[in-house]
């Protein structure tokens, strides 16, 4: 079993920025981020491969967030700048210990955080 405990997210304008922090304990092959807004599916939003550090954006959300980690402390963050309003959703810090799907499946992943909500107004 493996705890995921997020912290971050908020209130802010667009154009401005968060960071959401999320820290896990015990081996874990990939981590990654995700989101879901009202009435839409769960969307991966970045993803980190803990032992290589390849990293993987959504398009959507390529040159402006950014996915990085410090393994001796088990520490996921994800620094969200220029952020939209279409960035409003719930955020999730998921991660992994198999190989399969890499934390790209949300319906594979086994283990998540609690979320936490961001909202970019206009």
């Known amino acids: 079993q493996r705890q995921l405990l997020e912290s971050g997210g908020g209130s802010v304008q667009a154009g401005g920025s968060l960071r959401l922090s999320c820290t896990a304990s015990g081996y874990l092959y990939c981590m990654g981020w995700f989101r879901q807004a009202p009435g839409k599916e769960r969307e991966a939003v970045a993803r980190v491969l803990r032992a290589s550090g390849y990293t993987f954006y959504a398009d959507s959300v390529k040159g402006r967030f950014t996915i990085s980690q410090d393994k001796s402390k088990s520490t996921l963050w994800l620094q969200m700048n220029s952020l939209k309003p279409e960035d409003t959703a719930t955020y999730y810090c998921?991660?992994?210990?198999?190989?399969?799907?890499?934390?790209?499946?949300?319906?594979?992943?086994?283990?998540w955080g609690q979320g936490t909500q961001v909202t970019v107004s206009a």
């Open positions: 998921a991660a992994d210990t198999s190989t399969i799907g890499a934390c790209s499946i949300p319906g594979r992943i086994p283990y």
